[in-house]
């Protein structure tokens, strides 16, 4: 198995700044992945953090709002650029294991931009 | 398109037996997973089908029929510590992503 520490696990933020979201797991895993979720609905996934290289974006989502680091296999971190209200929403890192099926997730992050 | 179809809400009494269901369309299959999610906490892993038929764990078990894309959920002797979202999602591809349904709440009462 593997343990996500997310940081920050909240933050109310203004419009126009950045906020860094970070990950830390605490074995080496095979693929992570950022997701937002607003309450009470599903998962979107971002993108995903490839290590070494550019993160892979899903449709909708473009690096410059959503810059991704993966600078090795236990660590990323994804920043919110220029936000607005509508980035209000949590944040959650996740990762998976080698061929193992079950994917991990940090606590999340709930970000208010006011 | 790709989708998974999960009611939204179910409501069932402590003590019993509920069943979540769960259809896909997907342009692959890799298996079908189940993630419990309680309010303002993470998901969490619960159940993993690849081949057809029926896993247990505990209380919950998960089943899958893969010529009806077809799968379900199902939850023994309910808690009220079970009250939570429950995810249905699908791996499509080769690149552990997953295609998640919308969730379904599941609501215990006494």
């Known amino acids: 198995s593997a343990v996500i520490s997310q940081k920050p696990s909240r933050d109310i933020c203004q419009r126009g700044t950045s906020l860094t979201i970070q990950c830390q797991v605490d074995?080496?895993?095979?693929?992570m992945f950022w997701y937002r979720q607003q309450p009470g609905q599903s998962l979107t996934l971002i993108a995903t953090?490839?290590?070494?290289?550019?993160?892979?974006?899903e449709s909708g989502f473009v690096i410059d709002k959503f810059p991704i680091s993966r600078p090795n296999l236990t660590f990323s971190t994804l920043t919110v650029s220029n936000m607005s209200p509508e980035d209000s929403s949590i944040y959650l890192c996740?990762?998976?294991?080698?061929?193992?099926?079950?994917?991990?997730f940090g606590q999340g992050t709930r970000l208010t931009v006011v | 398109g790709q989708s998974l179809e999960q009611p939204s809400e179910v409501t069932a009494v402590e003590g019993a037996i509920v069943q979540i269901n769960c259809t896909y369309q997907t342009s692959g299959f890799y298996g079908l997973s189940w993630y419990q999610q309680h309010d303002g906490g993470a998901p969490t892993f619960l159940s993993y089908?690849?081949l057809d038929g029926l896993e247990e764990t505990g209380r919950f078990s998960s089943f899958l029929s893969r010529s009806d894309s077809y799968g379900y959920l199902l939850l023994q002797e309910l808690q009220m510590k079970d009250s939570a979202s429950y995810f249905c999602a699908v791996r499509d591809n080769s690149n552990y992503q997953l295609i998640w349904g919308a969730g379904t709440k599941l609501i215990i009462k006494p």
């Open positions: 953090a490839n290590q070494g290289s550019e993160a892979t974006y």
């Open positions: 074995s080496q895993v095979t693929m």
């Open positions: 996740s990762a998976v294991q080698g061929m193992n099926t079950e994917a991990f």
């Open positions: 089908n690849a």
